[in-house]
């Protein structure tokens, strides 16, 4: 399994990101915020006294999965599609799942895919993601250009025969450099 990402320089990269960040106005979750985010849901749900309770019960809810609850985005009547908060230690698992199951495709393909599942997952951390991708780093970048090659042109008038050289030093054939090509006028 070859890792296109560094999983410590992301998660580097990504506590600098959440650094810059103010914490009253962040959407990434430490997995202490996260746990008392859903110990507060929890308790909301049994009593809504305070109007932070009703805010926590708008924003979020609690699944319970094998014994192992999860905040989601609380499910309107008819709606099936449970949307899943994540915590910053889970980001790198679910991006690198996601970003190899569809090809290494872009930015859109990403979030679209990852706006299914997951509400916190941001525009921000898939473009951290895809930048610290090798493998997409190699797609897009630019061929080098090689030396414009230019046909010598002779102007005298008993020419018998037109002289190019083609440069290979670029893209040598063993030890030749050069390609001659002589073209008979006559």
Known sequence: MDIAVNRDLFLEKLNALIAGKRADNCFYFSQEKYSKILSEVVSAKIKCNTPLDCRRLKRFDVLKINDKEKLIVPLKPGETNIQYYVTNEELYS?????????????????????????????????????????????????????????????????????????????????????????????
């Open 94 to 186: 679910i991006l690198y799942e996601t970003h190899t199951r569809i090809g290494h495709g872009g930015r859109t393909r990403m979030l679209k895919e990852l706006q299914i599942k997951y509400k916190n997952i941001t525009y921000e951390v898939v473009m951290l993601y895809l930048n610290l991708c090798k493998q997409c780093q190699m797609k897009h970048s630019a061929p080098k250009k090689g030396i414009v090659v230019k046909p010598i042109v002779s102007s005298e008038l008993n020419s018998r025969c037109q002289v190019d050289l083609i440069d290979l030093q670029s893209n040598r054939d063993g030890e030749y450099k050069f390609i001659m090509v002589i073209i008979k006028i006559i």
